[in-house]
């Protein structure tokens, strides 16, 4: 069963003193062009054992995220995570594209209009 986490309980979640981790799990372009605000950047496609000297404890609350609904990366990722031990991640399926529609902060170094990944 996948966790999912809505743009509502995500931002309660990072105002409070349990935060999760936040991973945009998509390539380190569309990161930098502009990711949720503290996000940290590990690709899909990068998720492997290395991750653990970054996030060592397996209890860690995270959240996964990508770039809308229909993007596939943040799931990936959220199962390659389970898959490696972790036991608290939670997958904000509407991604990025929901969180600039409610007109909430990103941080990066491009304007985005819509979000394409």
Do not use: F
């Not at 943040?74 to 991640?89: D, M, P, W």
């Amino acid at each position: 069963m996948t966790a999912k986490i809505t743009r509502t309980e995500l931002q309660g979640a990072l105002g409070s003193a349990a935060a999760p981790v936040l991973i945009e799990a998509l390539p380190a372009r569309y990161y930098v062009d502009a990711h949720l605000p503290g996000a940290i950047n590990i690709p899909h496609d990068a998720i492997d054992e290395g991750v653990k000297a970054i996030l060592p404890d397996l209890s860690t609350p995270i959240v996964v995220y990508c770039a809308s609904g229909p993007c596939k990366n943040s799931g990936i990722a959220q199962a390659a995570l389970i898959k490696l031990g972790y036991q608290n991640v939670r997958d904000y399926h509407d991604g990025k594209q929901d969180w600039l529609d409610a007109g909430l902060p990103l941080q990066g170094q491009g304007v985005l209009e819509k979000v394409s990944a």
